[in-house]
């Protein structure tokens, strides 16, 4: 599992707070997490200051509408 937090002014760009990932062992199955109780495990900490952010070249995202009316219910409905 893998997770990071993003500050609210991210919102828009990313989903600010608390966001984990995980993919399985034999690496074929991931996801969100939305929930877990760690019973066992490594917990390591790196703070990153750089965000580098690499948007899709293509005429679909080109066309694509990225201002929703709800931002927070979209994103809540992706995160779900």
Same mark, same amino acid.
Request: proline share 5%; charged share 25%; no cysteine.
């Given at each position: 599992?893998?997770? /990071?937090? #993003?500050?609210?002014?991210?919102?828009?760009?990313?989903?600010?707070?608390?966001?984990?990932? =995980?993919?399985?062992? !034999?690496?074929?199955?991931?996801?969100?997490?939305?929930?877990?109780?760690?019973?066992?495990?490594? /917990?390591? #900490?790196?703070?990153?200051?750089?965000?580098?952010?690499?948007?899709?070249?293509?005429?679909? =995202?080109?066309?694509? !509408?990225?201002?929703?009316?709800?931002?927070?219910?979209?994103?809540?409905?992706?995160?779900?």
């Amino acid at each position: 599992m893998i997770g /990071f937090k #993003l500050p609210d002014y991210m919102t828009g760009i990313n989903v600010p707070g608390y966001h984990f990932h =995980f993919l399985s062992d !034999d690496r074929k199955h991931g996801g969100h997490v939305s929930d877990f109780i760690l019973s066992q495990g490594k /917990f390591e #900490l790196e703070v990153f200051k750089d965000f580098h952010l690499r948007m899709p070249a293509s005429h679909e =995202f080109d066309q694509a !509408d990225l201002h929703p009316d709800d931002l927070k219910a979209a994103i809540h409905v992706t995160e779900s």
